[in-house]
């Protein structure tokens, strides 16, 4: 699988960004989908995740009610929707896909490029 993530940018605090990432090949219904982020200086944390089929969510503490993780399996695309953007989001956001239901990074073997997402306060 190859992840292609899209929809980085700049934005004031309290605005919102929307984030893409399409996957290629035909199995994307079969994996968990999750976003990962990397502050400048800090090391790669979980962000949101979502299973096949869509039904379950689950969500980093720090982004819980701001941030919804969606998918489209007819369109091997997986979105976050980012509301009330604060400075502290700033980082490079990756997606990423895995076989299992975790939120451990280690267990994504599929990872896209990133994109930058930038919060000015």
């Known amino acids: 699988v190859q992840l292609q993530a899209s929809g980085g940018g700049l934005v004031q605090a309290g605005g919102s960004l929307s984030l893409h990432c399409a996957a290629s090949?035909?199995?994307?219904?079969?994996?968990?989908m999750g976003w990962f982020r990397q502050a400048p200086g800090r090391e790669r944390e979980f962000v949101a995740a979502?299973?096949?089929?869509?039904?379950?969510?689950y969500y980093a503490d720090s982004v819980k009610g701001r941030f919804t993780i969606s998918r489209d399996n007819a369109k091997n695309t997986v979105y976050l929707q980012m509301n009330s953007l604060k400075p502290d989001d700033t980082a490079v956001y990756y997606c990423?896909?895995?076989?299992?239901?975790?939120?451990?990074?280690?267990?994504?073997?599929?990872w896209g490029q990133g994109t930058q997402v930038t919060v000015s306060s």
């Open positions: 090949g035909r199995t994307f219904s079969g994996y968990t």
């Open positions: 990423a896909a895995t076989n299992s239901w975790t939120i451990r990074q280690f267990e994504y073997y599929y």
């Open positions: 979502i299973w096949r089929n869509g039904e379950n969510t």
